[in-house]
């Protein structure tokens, strides 16, 4: 296993949403390098057990460890002093989809909450959302979705890039948050159209 600390805060994630009972989305996780600008980027996706394929509501992550982030690291790992702190830019989309007719985005926004619980000294915020049309090839149908996000970066000190274990407590209550977000969201009084695998059975 590489030993790095974008992958120990990875397993920390991880063991967040697995504690909270999050059912992780088959083949929708990536581990990718940008061969450009050197930036690394993990995604997964996460829902509600016994949602169906696709999920009525799921929750997408996606963590970026910057190039900058890395040359900070690894002058800290080198020299063992800490200059300017490594972050790890995070986004959370929640995602309410397989919906019968467009939502009142003022109606989603109410039910969620507009900020994150604490990550280190900092919190995740929700920007606007975004709705979505999908149309059958023929146009005779059409079901909708719609996007909330939220954005912000995760500063590590030097006790968390000398002790991975330290990311456990601050990423500890992130799983709980997006279970709840997941359920509120969930909960909403909104039409939806049948999973994939009842459509076609």
Same mark, same amino acid.
């Given at each position: 296993?590489?030993?790095?600390?974008?992958?120990?805060?990875?397993?920390?994630?991880?063991?967040?949403?697995?504690?909270?009972?999050?059912? *992780?989305?088959?083949?929708?996780?990536?581990?990718?390098?940008?061969?450009?600008?050197?930036?690394?980027?993990?995604?997964?996706?996460?829902?509600?057990?016994?949602?169906?394929?696709?999920?009525?509501?799921?929750?997408?992550?996606?963590?970026?460890?910057?190039?900058?982030?890395?040359?900070?690291?690894?002058?800290?790992?080198?020299?063992?002093?800490?200059?300017?702190?490594?972050?790890?830019?995070?986004?959370?989309?929640?995602?309410?989809?397989?919906?019968?007719?467009?939502?009142?985005?003022?109606?989603?926004?109410?039910?969620?909450?507009?900020?994150?619980?604490?990550?280190?000294?900092? *919190?995740?915020?929700?920007?606007?959302?975004?709705?979505?049309?999908?149309?059958?090839?023929?146009?005779?149908?059409?079901?909708?979705?719609?996007?909330?996000?939220?954005?912000?970066?995760?500063?590590?000190?030097?006790?968390?890039?000398?002790?991975?274990?330290?990311?456990?407590?601050?990423?500890?209550?992130?799983?709980?948050?997006?279970?709840?977000?997941?359920?509120?969201?969930?909960?909403?009084?909104?039409?939806?159209?049948?999973?994939?695998?009842?459509?076609?059975?």
């Amino acid at each position: 296993m590489l030993d790095h600390v974008f992958t120990d805060a990875i397993g920390a994630l991880r063991d967040a949403f697995e504690l909270a009972l999050l059912e *992780r989305q088959a083949f929708e996780e990536h581990f990718q390098s940008d061969v450009l600008l050197g930036d690394v980027t993990w995604q997964t996706s996460y829902g509600l057990p016994g949602e169906g394929l696709p999920p009525r509501v799921q929750a997408d992550i996606t963590c970026v460890w910057p190039t900058w982030s890395q040359t900070a690291y690894r002058s800290w790992y080198v020299e063992e002093e800490l200059g300017e702190s490594p972050k790890i830019e995070i986004e959370i989309v929640f995602r309410l989809q397989r919906l019968g007719n467009a939502p009142d985005p003022k109606v989603v926004l109410d039910a969620l909450p507009s900020r994150s619980p604490k990550l280190g000294g900092d *919190r995740l915020v929700r920007s606007g959302p975004t709705i979505e049309s999908i149309h059958s090839h023929d146009l005779t149908e059409c079901e909708y979705a719609i996007e909330i996000s939220y954005d912000g970066v995760y500063e590590l000190d030097e006790a968390c890039l000398a002790d991975g274990s330290a990311l456990d407590a601050h990423f500890g209550s992130l799983g709980g948050w997006i279970a709840s977000t997941l359920v509120r969201a969930g909960d909403l009084d909104l039409l939806y159209m049948p999973p994939a695998d009842e459509a076609t059975g």
